[in-house]
């Protein structure tokens, strides 16, 4: 179909409009004040664009057989494998650091709670995650300089923050500040996907923010929403309440303990200058 | 056959022996340490032989769905290229047939060996289903499946009818034993409230049960399709006549086509699944589409996208085979630009599928400065997302229209494909194999960490959601692995001997 045309012939014209395409999705969501990382990807796209249209308009391939065509087809599977994982290597990566931790504390809770289990156990694998962890934390932040270029220093929680923040949960210690042990559990129980506290959290309207939920709801009333959902309705949700988008199971989940420092972090909160929607009670 | 059915009986009594001892054995042992293999972790270990496992069921599950269509189309039709596919595709599935088990047999070692407790409370908790419901489907799919095989050139002539129906038992019995295994898979993630008063029915009627039934048997016959495309394009690369080169442009032709019409219904059966997930638990939404998992499924949204662009890129070059293209119009404009214009909306498609609500692996450090504008935030949201695909999904049936249209006024030149399209068929294959590795890790990851989800905490080291990088090395190795295999096996059944045969 498209005759005899020489390669510079087939991309000229196609080289062109994806750079004006690329060009233009660049500046306009400049415009409406996209971040970098989606203007590159909009620029991504226009390439994936030019390619998908050579492709099309290519010449028929010559044909391969016996070995040339076991060697075509290995290099093909190396091609795949390195872009497949190069992708899943160059998207943002989540840190195991964070969910290591809560997995550290929900072993430390089962140490306290069944003393059978012998302490040296416990230990060696408390050690053994720590060693896991420096040695993921040193790739992550290898990784994260090969990609950026630049050092991962000053973004997230040092490798000494982390240490301490593991040494405390190991220590196994009862917690001696209620508040700073709520936000724990409140982290631990990836409440923010949800909710927002001091413009930190999810982005999507699923929960309500919470940044002075602490002026309008006593700790009692916030520990009777957290196990039984349909306790009360923040304002403005009611399609969200009657979806039922907060889970059920934090009976199952969550402890007494864990309750009361979670409703005592969050009945803390009193920023009035965060609009925070209103309780209404519905039981 | 013998071999095989010895096998299979080994198997199973082996696994009846773990189902009964395994109970009593850590009654009276409660803390027995479980194993671990030095330099690489537990769960890779059970990870990697389920994945290789699935692959290969998915297999020799999905293609005896279309191989019976393709013989009863042959039957009817009497049209010899059918029966030739079905048959092929059959040689190659026994042999898959074996891997099937072989990969079945070392996935409960390692999980007896390496999660011991876990395995005793779901054989337990399952009996009926692992000890006599299973090991009794294996055996009749075993059985089926060698008779369908070693009568295909007995029962012939006005006896092949009863060969499809020998066919059709076959899938009667595999979609049976695909429901049996699903109910322990899917109580996993979605097990019954409570369970002390739950049934075993409950447990196996569990919230996500059916939409993992559904999605296993659509994805099943997709992946068959593409496999069978494999198998057609390096039968086409090895072919020496015209007439094996017209045959395998044509197997590959039909191989694409179950694979994309399969494919069209995914992302439905995919988001009943989801659907069921968020009814169970609203908090698995979010750990999927906007924490710890969320950029999996912006890779998923690549390959998905990637996928469509390829497959409809081979409808492309199987258009420039029919000859007379050039001159059918649709609405009166050329049949080649209003294609051209297809790709345009496929890549705006796969622009809006992929884009994500914003570039953080978790909402715990999500900030506006990943985020997407807030006026822009519906791109990221469902009705946008649903119309994407149907965007993708619409475009792909109307180029095969295009397609059926240009055939009725030109020829198909059968072996004149351009050679790149057998890559294509490759790379379809590839990526349906990786993106099922990708998302199977999603689905068993969504327990977070629990074994069970909710009851059956996983206080193993390796219980937290591993990075993306982690799993996307680990899929790439399973798919090489399994495309080995696979590609041992076309050689052994299609290549070895075929000039020979030929000859005589």
């Known amino acids: 179909m498209t005759g005899q045309k020489g390669f510079l012939d087939i991309i000229k014209w196609k080289l062109v409009g994806s750079v004006v395409i690329g060009a233009a999705l660049w500046f306009a969501s400049g415009v409406f004040e996209f971040p970098v990382v989606f203007r590159i990807m909009f620029v991504l796209y226009a390439v994936l664009g030019f390619f998908v249209f050579v492709l099309l308009d290519l010449p028929a391939m ?51 709670a069944h003393p059978t289990l012998t302490p040296q156990e416990l230990n060696q694998q408390t050690k053994d995650l720590t060693a896991k962890t420096d040695e993921l934390m040193e790739r992550l932040a290898k990784l994260e300089e090969t990609m950026t270029g630049e050092s991962s220093a000053g973004k997230g929680p040092s490798p000494e923050e982390l240490a301490k923040k593991r040494a405390a949960m190991a220590s196994g210690a009862p ?80 402890s007494e303990a864990e309750l009361d420092a979670l409703a005592t972090y969050l009945a803390s909160l009193k920023n009035t200058g965060v609009e925070t929607p209103k309780p209404i009670m519905k039981k | 056959m013998k071999r095989a059915l010895l096998t299979a009986l080994a198997l199973i009594l082996g696994f009846l022996g773990v189902a009964l001892s395994v109970g009593q054995g850590f009654a009276q042992v409660p803390e027995a340490a479980p194993y671990s293999i030095p330099g690489i972790e537990n769960r890779a270990v059970v990870w990697v032989a389920a994945q290789m496992h699935i692959l290969f069921a998915a297999f020799i599950l999905g293609a005896p769905i279309f191989v019976v269509i393709s013989e009863w189309i042959g039957m009817r039709k009497r049209d010899p290229r059918y029966d030739r596919l079905a048959k092929e595709v059959t040689k190659v599935t026994t042999i898959l047939y074996s891997m099937t088990a072989l990969t079945g047999g070392l996935f409960i070692l390692v ?155 995914l992302p439905l059966a995919g988001y009943i699944l989801a659907a069921e997930f968020f009814e169970f638990d609203a908090s698995i939404g979010p750990y999927m589409m906007a924490d710890q998992l969320s950029m999996y499924f912006e890779m998923q949204g690549a390959m998905v996208g990637l996928m469509f662009l390829a497959s409809n890129l081979y409808i492309w070059q199987s258009m420039k085979r029919i000859s007379g293209i050039e001159s059918l119009k649709i609405l009166g404009i050329p049949s080649v630009t209003v294609v051209k214009l297809g790709f345009a909306i496929i890549l705006l498609g796969n622009a809006i599928w992929m884009t994500p609500h914003g570039f953080s692996a978790t909402q715990a450090t999500a900030t506006d400065a990943l985020e997407l504008p807030s006026d822009w935030g519906f791109l990221a949201l469902m009705p946008a997302k649903n119309t994407a695909a149907g965007l993708i999904v619409f475009v792909t049936i109307v180029n095969y229209i295009i397609y059926n249209r240009a055939i009725r006024r030109g020829t198909i030149q059968w072996g004149k494909i351009d050679f790149m399209s057998q890559f294509v068929l490759i790379f379809l294959a590839f990526s349906a194999i990786w993106t099922m590795g990708l998302m199977g890790a999603v689905r068993s990851l969504v327990r977070k960490y629990f074994h069970v989800y909710i009851l059956f905490p996983d206080y193993t080291p390796e219980a937290y959601t591993p990075t993306l990088a982690h799993t996307s090395v680990l899929v790439t190795a399973m798919t090489l692995a399994f495309f080995a295999v696979v590609s041992f096996a076309i050689w052994l059944s299609l290549m070895v001997g075929k000039g020979k045969a030929k000859a005589s």
């Open chain 1, 62 to 112: 010559p044909e391969l057989s016996g070995g040339k065509a076991i060697a075509a087809l290995l290099v093909f599977y190396l091609l795949c494998s390195a872009v497949y994982t190069g992708a899943g290597v160059y998207l943002p990566q989540f840190d195991p650091e964070w969910e290591k931790g809560k997995i550290q504390k929900i072993i430390e809770a089962k140490k306290r």
């Open chain 1, 175 to 254: 917690p001696s500040d209620p508040i700073a042990y709520g936000k724990d559990v409140y982290e631990l129980y990836e409440c923010y996907n949800c909710h927002k506290i001091g413009g930190k959290g999810s982005v999507k309207k699923r929960g309500p923010v919470l940044d002075n939920i602490g002026s309008l709801a006593t700790i009692e009333q916030l520990k009777k929403k957290i196990y039984d959902p349909k306790y009360l309705m923040a304002d403005g949700f009611e399609k969200e309440f009657n979806k039922g988008l907060m889970p059920k199971n934090y009976t199952e989940l969550i």
């Open chain 2, 111 to 265: 999980l007896v060996g390496l999660y011991p407790t876990l395995t005793s409370f779901m054989v337990n908790h399952f009996f009926p289903i692992f000890a006599i419901a299973y090991p009794l489907l294996f055996i009749g799919e075993t059985l089926v499946l060698y008779f369908y095989w070693y009568s295909w050139d007995t029962l012939t002539g006005e006896k092949k009818a009863r060969h499809v129906a020998i066919g059709v038992l076959l899938n009667i019995i595999g979609l049976t034993t695909l429901a049996a295994i699903n109910a322990p898979t899917s109580f996993m993630n979605t097990p019954p409230h409570p369970i002390e008063t739950a049934t075993l029915w409950e447990s196996i009627h569990n919230y996500s049960w059916m939409p993992l039934n559904l999605h296993r048997t659509i994805g099943n016959i997709t992946f068959g399709g593409f496999i069978t495309g494999l198998i057609a394009a390096y039968m086409y690369m090895s072919s020496k006549t015209p007439e094996e080169r017209a045959y395998y442009d044509w197997m590959g032709f039909v191989g694409n086509l179950i694979g994309v019409g399969a494919s069209l219904l």
